[in-house]
Structure formats: C-alpha cells, structure tokens
C-alpha cells in the first residue's frame, strides 16, 4: 500500500513539474553585424598599430599604405599642368597688330569712299581699300579661331590633367585603413611592414555594441510574434546565472529549416524552425557566441 502511495505521489510531482510554464519560448546564441576591412592599394603597410581587443570608433585610422609614389605622380602632374598654363596664348595681345591694320584699312577705305563720291579719286582705288579691309578681317577670324582652338586644346589637357590627379587623391585616400564600424577587433591578418594587395583582408571587427540573438521558433509559434515586437532576452551564463536585456524582433525567416542540433525550441518533435533574430543593446556582458533565451 504505501509504495502504490509512494508511485502516485511521484506521478503527480512528475505531473506538476510538466505543467510548469517555462521561463523562455526560444533558445540561441548571441550574434554580432560583422565587417572584413580589405586592403584598398597595395604597398607596405607602414602603420597598422591595432590588436585584437582592441575598440575602435567609426572613422578612426588604423593604418597606412606607403603612399610615395602616388604623392610623386600628383607632384609630376601639377608640374605639367603649370607647363599647360604657360602655354595660353594672350588672344588680345596676338590679335593687336592685326585689329590695328584692319582699323587704318577701314580709315583709308572711308577716305576713299568720300573721295570717289566727290569724283577726286578713280573707283579702282576704293575697290583696292575695300578688298584690303576684306583681307585683314579675314586674317583676323582666322586668328581668333586658331587662339581660340589652341586656348580649348590646353583647357582640355589641364582637364583631363585635374581628372588624374583626382583619380590619384582617391587612390591616396584609400592607402588610409579607416574603420567602416565601431566595434572590437575580432581578428587581425597582417602586421606593419607587411607588403599587401588590393582586396587582402586586414582585420575583421564586429559592433559588439548591438547584438542579437539568433533564435529559432516553430510554426505553432509564429502566430504569437511580429517584427517589432518587443520580448525580453536573457543571456546565459551556466549553472543557472543569468542577465536580462530589453530586445525588439527584427527579423523573422520567411523559409522554414530543419532543426539545427545546437539549439532547442518550446516543441523539440518539430522537424522545421524558422529563424528570429531578436536585437538587443549590450552593456559589455553579453558576448558573441554566449548561449541566450527569448520569451516571447
């Protein structure tokens, strides 16, 4: 009799420990946005003092491509631009002498008119002061027309001069290693004094500062979360320690997967999950990898 008493009270404790509500609807690990900086020139990496660990803010530099030949290529084309320069004509100066006989043929060519008019001079002479003024003017287009051709040769050079020396000012720009994101160096590649290529990586750094939790939910549920959605976190730290943060649903799977080995959901017979990534503000605690719950 009593171990029937016995078995009962074990079933009904059993009974009561399954009716117990949870404490999470969803497991997962911690995720950070990660960024791989590459090498945008290639050269000697004259500075790179960064390590592992280390935080750095958006913007910051974090090395230095040998820029000496690139500065010595724009010294060389502000020079030919100078020379391109110096060779403008001065139209008005190049024009004077010619604008000055066409302007006394124009005098001689009125004198004449006026003497032709009076019958003191023959009509030949008048033909003769016209097709001098005709003669000079047409020199004088010329003229202008060659400078002017010239003065757009020479402004197109010093253009397409400003246009290299802007492509070189890019390329110098980018022998500077700046940081895309804030964040903490997870991984560091090369080290000062290293020779590298255009697309070598250099480091990797994630935003440590904003994570979230990749968890993963079943069909049944979907119905119960949104995009938005505020949930609470909890980071866990074993042996029952645990760190809760305020999150915000930002992203639900639209495709359904099997279920991964390393995580648990509220109904482990379900052979497909669909994956939630919940963000949370960190504080320092929280680390990328470190086990984490969702209760939804």
Same mark, same amino acid.
């Given at each position: ?22 404490? +999470? ?58 020379? +391109? ?5 001065? !139209? ?103 020779? !590298?290529? !255009? ?37 866990? +730290? ?35 999950? +669909? ?22």
């Amino acid at each position: 009799m009593k171990r029937i008493i016995a078995l009962a009270s074990a079933a009904l404790i059993m009974g009561a420990c399954s009716d117990k509500e949870k404490e +999470y609807d969803a497991t997962g690990t911690f995720e950070a946005t990660e960024t791989t900086v590459f090498a945008e020139q290639s050269g000697t990496l004259l500075t790179f003092d960064i390590n592992e660990g280390d935080n750095i803010a958006p913007g910051q530099e974090l090395g230095m491509v040998d820029t000496t030949q690139l500065w010595l290529k724009i010294q060389q084309l502000g020079a030919t631009k100078e020379v +391109y320069q110096s060779q403008k004509p001065d !139209v008005e100066k190049q024009i004077a002498a010619t604008r000055q006989q066409l302007a006394k043929a124009k005098t001689e060519q009125q004198r004449y008119q006026e003497l032709v008019a009076d019958g003191a001079a023959p009509r030949k002479m008048l033909d003769d002061a016209t097709s001098q003024v005709q003669v000079l003017q047409r020199q004088l287009d010329a003229q202008v027309s060659a400078l002017h051709t010239q003065m757009a040769t020479l402004n197109s050079q010093q253009a397409a001069t400003d246009v290299q020396v802007s492509q070189l000012q890019d390329q110098l720009r980018k022998c500077h290693v700046v940081a895309p994101i804030g964040g903490t160096v997870l991984e560091k590649y090369v080290e000062r004094g290293e020779f !590298v290529a !255009v697309g070598k990586p250099l480091l990797k750094v994630a935003d440590t500062d904003n994570l979230f939790l990749r968890a993963y939910v079943t069909s049944a549920q979907l119905q119960h979360i949104k995009l938005g959605q505020q949930v609470k976190v909890f980071a866990d +730290y074993g042996n029952g320690q645990k760190k809760e943060y305020e999150g915000t649903i930002t992203w639900i799977s639209s495709r359904s997967e099997f279920t991964p080995k390393t995580i648990l959901t509220d109904d482990e017979r379900a052979d497909l999950v +669909y994956a939630v990534k919940v963000a949370i503000k960190n504080d320092g605690y929280a680390k990328i990898g470190m086990y984490g719950e969702a209760k939804f």
